[in-house]
């Protein structure tokens, strides 16, 4: 399988509502994830795990998403995605939230990941 057609997977799966299942299955155990806007760090599968879990906890509804381009450089084992999605927080306020995930690939797996994306306001 190629890194393009894993990260097409992994997206399928997320769409489907697979988002742990798709952790599970491509995220290493000793991957780093990295929040552009914040520069916040994330060592592990366990601290990606809680950030994900804590993310869901601030999620009061989810409107709709998707997902546009993707690419991977098969060489390096880099691939790249923009996704979309429309929710309203815990506090009531909505928003549609856009990004663009970096994702390095060794051995199967997601190594490092690094989202960039504009923080929400209000």
Known sequence: MTHLERL?????M???????EAFDQYYAD????I???TGDRREGKEAQRQAI???????KEHHGGGVGAMTANE????????????????NGHRHTL??????????GKIKEEKFYYQQPTA
Not at 53 to 59: R, S, T
Not at 75 to 90: H, M, Q, R
């Open 53 to 59: 879990q804590e993310w869901f906890g601030q999620v």
């Open 14 to 20: 997320q769409s489907e509502g697979k988002v742990m």
């Open 75 to 90: 060489e390096t084992g880099t691939t790249c995605c923009e996704s979309w999605f429309d929710i309203t927080f815990t």
């Open 30 to 33: 000793d991957c780093v994830v």
């Open 98 to 107: 856009r990004e663009v995930a970096v994702q390095q690939w060794q051995d």
């Open 35 to 37: 929040e552009m806007p």
């Open 8 to 12: 097409q997977h992994f997206m399928k």
